[in-house]
């Protein structure tokens, strides 16, 4: 067996789509926190992302943010190469970007669908794709999808949002088994309802109905899906590969 010290990824690149704000934003602090370098990809959020890299660097970490619509197959691509261009390559993607745009179906435009594919599951394509060519000549990777309990169990009035999530973890799987004997994994976290801007725009009703499904009885935190991500890239699980790990206070138990 060998020896590993600690979680640590020093001397790792990480890229996190979407990580001006929620998620994303914990999962780059998180990932700092143990060692790697990070570009912080917003689309947006240019002053929420800025200070995400400010407060990395005042811990003695490094980090860029990188302006990027990631659902944009040429962005996705130029995303990766500025990462691999400025920090000298890139071990860890995070495909965290995503949107909602809920909606009954007899109510939900085109528009509305084609956004939420584009951003949330054809992002994901588009990062991967980029970071792979880079991966399988390193023999080395680790990518993580942030995917949903929606795209599981699925959601009333979420169809866009839960096929693009479901469709996330069929992606997870078959690049899984692509890559693997490169040393590349592949893996997913099916997030429950965790307290960011997106949780802010359910009605409160809906919120309450949702807390009572959920064993745990509470909201989840950023930070709780950041922790995750840091052990799915650390070399502690270089024999997990394919898997969705619900982080979701119990919620869909798969
Ligand atoms: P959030 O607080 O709304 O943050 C979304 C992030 O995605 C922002 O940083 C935003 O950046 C970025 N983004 C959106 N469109 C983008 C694009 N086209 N290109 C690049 N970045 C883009 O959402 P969140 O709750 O943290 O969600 C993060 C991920 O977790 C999503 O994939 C979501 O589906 C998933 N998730 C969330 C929950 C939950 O309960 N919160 C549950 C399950 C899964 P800008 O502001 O710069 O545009």
Not at 33 to 62: F, P
Not at 134 to 155: E, L, P
Request: aromatic share 6%.
């Amino acid at each position: 067996m060998p020896e590993y010290e600690s979680l640590r990824l020093d001397g790792k690149v990480a890229l996190v789509t979407g990580a001006s704000r929620g998620i994303g934003r914990a999962v780059a602090l998180e990932l700092a926190r143990q060692g790697a370098k990070v570009t912080v990809n917003y689309n947006a959020s240019i002053k929420a992302a800025e200070e995400v890299v400010t407060l990395i660097k005042a811990h003695g970490g490094e980090a860029q943010a990188v302006m990027a619509d990631v659902s944009n197959f040429n962005r996705a691509q130029e995303l990766v190469k500025s990462t691999i261009d400025n920090f000298g390559g890139l071990d860890i993607l995070v495909n965290n970007a995503g949107i909602t745009r809920d909606m009954l179906i007899m109510m939900m435009s085109e528009e509305d669908w084609d956004a939420v594919q584009n951003t949330n599951l054809k992002s994901t394509f588009n990062c991967s794709k980029a970071a792979v060519r880079h991966m399988m000549r390193k023999r080395f990777g680790r990518i993580i999808n942030i995917t949903s309990v929606a795209g599981q169990m699925g959601n009333a009035g979420q169809t866009n949002y839960s096929a693009s999530k479901a469709g996330q973890i069929g992606f997870t799987k078959a690049l899984a088994r692509e890559v693997a004997a490169r040393n590349i994994t592949v893996n997913g976290i099916a997030a429950g309802y965790i307290d960011t801007d997106i949780w802010n725009t359910v009605p409160e009703e809906a919120q309450q109905a949702a807390l009572s499904i959920i064993p745990l009885g509470r909201k989840g935190q950023p930070e709780e899906i950041a922790y995750a991500v840091a052990f799915l890239a650390s070399d502690q699980a270089a024999y997990i590969t394919g898997q969705i790990l619900g982080v979701d206070g119990g919620m869909a138990m798969m």
